[in-house]
């Protein structure tokens, strides 16, 4: 009497990269007596951005890819399991494995909102529905799951972000996390495991440490749970959150758990447990609510991109709003490049570009100025952000510069930030400026923020030759006049904070977040 050979499920990992809370797997596990999980380098991932062809996935974001990878087929292994890794579209190599194994009765995937992403699941499903295997898939990118939102349909999704957070925290519940077991099935005998590419084989060059980075850190769920681990449990960090979420320098200023959140190292409802843990037995304040708050924004995004499709990336914006966008390459360039000549923007953009990370405030500057003070087209800005960002989340990313070109999810008309307020405001002594913009080293106090302003002889004395060693600004603001040659005294005694402390004036204490960028907006 011959053996049945058992069924076989393969699991397709994207934006999922964990083994904790992983429903596709957990489903998987439950469903068949062999599972292959299974990550594909898609060749669509290496090729052009739509509009301005920068790379779609550039050197941070793709070294954080590969550490990811890495340590999930590590994690894997120690469970008796490993990763399938192949080069190729996911469609094509699952048909492939369908076909060599013979055994298989479903594929397993988490769905994304996207379109780029939902042409993907279209196309497995197709190759399952051709060759006869069931499909299956589940949602489990967000912190409140899509089918337990307080609106009927996601055609009701409230259009700001307060009427939607108001609605999740009084009418949501969230779903606790799944229990993985111990030990995983081994991978069916006779398949290969694949071999995980090298940067440069996928375009790319290792980028350089920068020891100045606020985010030196590495990709994979190993990484990621100990920096919760690290920012809860052993420096408490988490209770000052809200008040040093706003900083510049520093890895601590910040959860940092955008990154992982974007590829799935770590999901969102283990923070809230942890989160919950941590106000059970150490402390609940401000702090540690403004985690959950960040995590909304997020999931916030996600479920914007599911009600209006491919108008998240449309120029018009989700307000189809006629705007005179530009396409200015010089002005771009000297905006990507960090030689705008306002030292406040140069040093956000001179760090994304060294290290792949930039804060929430700079996101804010930075968007603010493409798009307000130099009126470029917003997609320069977010396909800029999509090459370079580690932390990139194509929802968060694409709902974030619509919001700052005002033709997204904010209610206020005409929004702009003031780049020498800004600046001042959070930091006041140049500390950030200095660190980013060596060539104004020599530039004391909040000076270094308007050095166009200062007098022949304060700019010899620091060897800044403006139009030579440093650029003239390419535009100067109104507004921005009557905060030129204010000191930092007279903006809240930000010179008595330690280095790099960022201060919050007092009119921001209570305020919620301005908008959301990265990824995870504040979660950097």
Request: one cysteine or more.
């Amino acid at each position: 009497m011959s053996v049945t050979a058992p069924t076989t499920i393969i699991c397709l990992l994207r934006n999922d990269l964990r083994l904790h809370d992983n429903e596709v797997l957990h489903w998987a596990l439950k469903n068949a007596g062999r599972i292959v999980p299974l990550y594909c380098f898609d060749p669509r991932h290496y090729v052009g951005t739509h509009h301005y062809n920068f790379p779609k996935t550039g050197p941070h974001r793709l070294k954080f890819l590969l550490e990811s990878v890495k340590d999930l087929r590590e994690t894997l292994k120690k469970k008796g399991s490993n990763l399938l890794v192949r080069k190729g579209k996911p469609e094509d190599v699952i048909q492939d494995l369908i076909k060599q194994l013979d055994s298989v009765s479903a594929v397993a995937f988490h769905e994304e909102a996207t379109k780029e992403e939902l042409d993907v699941e279209t196309a497995v499903k197709q190759v399952c529905s051709r060759l006869g295997v069931k499909n299956q898939t589940f949602w489990g990118s967000t912190l409140y799951h899509r089918d337990d939102l307080p609106f009927r349909h996601i055609s009701r999704l409230p259009d700001v972000y307060t009427q939607f957070r108001k609605a999740v925290e009084s009418q949501g519940s969230v779903r606790p996390t799944l229990l993985m077991p111990a030990k995983l099935p081994p991978l069916p005998p006779g398949l290969d495991e694949g071999r995980i590419p090298t940067i440069e084989e996928l375009g790319e060059e290792e980028p350089l440490a920068d020891p100045r980075s606020a985010f030196p850190c590495s990709g994979g769920e190993t990484q990621a749970l100990s920096r919760l681990q690290h920012y809860f449990w052993d420096t408490n960090c988490v209770a000052s959150y809200k008040d040093t979420r706003n900083g510049l320098i520093g890895v601590d200023y910040s959860t940092k758990f955008a990154s992982w959140l974007a590829l799935g190292c770590i999901s969102p409802r283990y923070i809230y447990e942890q989160i919950q843990k941590y106000e059970k037995e150490r402390t609940a304040n401000q702090s540690t609510y403004w985690v959950i708050f960040e995590l909304l924004w997020r999931d916030y995004f996600r479920f914007v991109a599911l009600k209006y499709g491919r108008k998240i990336f449309i120029l018009k914006g989700l307000q189809d709003k006629e705007v005179p966008w530009k396409k200015d390459k010089r002005l771009f360039d000297a905006w990507k490049e960090g030689r705008t000549g306002v030292p406040f923007v140069d040093a956000n953009m001179r760090e994304l570009a060294m290290t792949g990370f930039m804060s929430n405030r700079g996101r804010q500057n930075v968007a603010s100025f493409l798009t307000k003070d130099l009126g470029l087209d917003w997609r320069m800005g977010a396909e800029w952000f999509e090459y370079l960002l580690v932390d990139y989340d194509v929802c968060s990313n694409y709902g974030n510069w619509l919001y700052s070109a005002g033709i997204g999810n904010d209610p206020r008309e005409n929004r702009k930030f003031n780049m020498i307020k800004q600046g001042l405001d959070y930091d006041g002594n140049g500390d950030y400026i200095r660190l980013w913009v060596p060539e104004l080293q020599a530039i004391d106090g909040g000076d270094v923020h308007t050095p166009w302003a200062l007098s022949t002889a304060s700019l010899a004395h620091a060897n800044v030759s403006l139009g030579e060693t440093y650029p003239l600004p390419i535009i100067t603001a109104p507004e921005w006049s009557r905060h030129i040659n204010q000191k930092p005294n007279d903006r809240g005694s930000s010179s008595r904070r330690p280095r790099g402390q960022p201060y919050t004036p007092k009119q921001h204490k209570n305020r919620g977040v301005d908008f959301y960028f990265s990824r995870n907006k504040d979660l950097h």
